[in-house]
């Protein structure tokens, strides 16, 4: 059972580039989260989704971009990498009230 | 909009010794409370969900407790061991399920 899975783990990217995050679960969970965990600001909410086919903004959207073509996978896009996008993301999964789980990272540094 | 702040920042404390960990939120409008626990470079490891019309929620040494009127929870350790040593976050569940969190206590058992 591997609960919530992310790729990749570690990545590198030059200002300017793009990439995608991919988030998956086997939970069959409807709701699935991404946050950015940066020091001294805890964890954010970037994007969220409820279910397959919906999207919405969090806290902090600007500059990304997610999708949930298939329940069990959610993607968050980065079109232009910036510096201040150098984070390490997390993705979650809950099913109605019930525990989050989270996925081991990806930390991200663009140079 | 909600806001969750975790009391002490840091705490160390001798092995053998019970202790408590504080998080206040602004916003009572709440699902529940999740305490979660995190290692350095790993993601996040849910300990403890209290539902809004819980009052304590217990797992082993673990024991958290919600007061929905003050804004207050806390997360008490019995017994404290080194291997408790990580970071513990608290979050507030809302609306769509999504979680504010505090910015954490790293907490460090001395053997």
């Known amino acids: 059972n591997a609960g919530v899975t992310q790729t990749p783990k570690f990545r590198v990217l030059k200002t300017g580039q793009s990439m995608t995050l991919l988030c998956a679960q086997d939970m069959n969970h409807e709701y699935m989260y991404w946050y950015r965990q940066d020091p001294g600001m805890g964890l954010r909410l970037i994007h969220y989704?409820?279910?397959?086919?919906?999207?919405a903004k969090g806290e902090v959207p600007d500059g990304y971009n997610v999708s949930r073509l298939k329940k069990q996978n959610f993607l968050l896009g980065l079109e232009s990498a910036a510096p201040s996008q150098t984070s390490v993301y997390f993705c979650?999964?809950?099913?109605?009230?019930?525990?989050?789980?989270f996925g081991q990272g990806t930390r991200l540094t663009v140079v | 909009k909600q806001e969750v702040t975790q009391i002490p920042a840091a705490l160390s404390v001798p092995e053998g010794e019970n202790l408590v960990l504080n998080c206040s939120f602004t916003?009572?409008?709440?699902?529940?409370l999740q305490w979660f626990r995190q290692d350095p470079g790993k993601g996040l490891t849910s300990l403890l969900l209290?539902?809004?019309?819980?009052r304590e929620q217990t797992s082993g040494r673990l024991n958290a407790s919600l007061d929905k009127s003050s804004g207050r929870s806390t997360l008490y350790i019995a017994a404290s061991q080194p291997g408790d040593s990580a970071t513990y976050l608290c979050a507030a569940c809302q609306g769509a399920q999504k979680l504010v969190f505090g910015q954490g206590t790293r907490l460090t058992i001395n053997p």
């Open positions: 979650a999964t809950q099913g109605g009230n019930t525990e989050a789980f």
């Open positions: 209290i539902q809004s019309s819980q």
């Open positions: 916003d009572s409008a709440i699902y529940n």
């Open positions: 989704s409820v279910g397959e086919g919906t999207t």
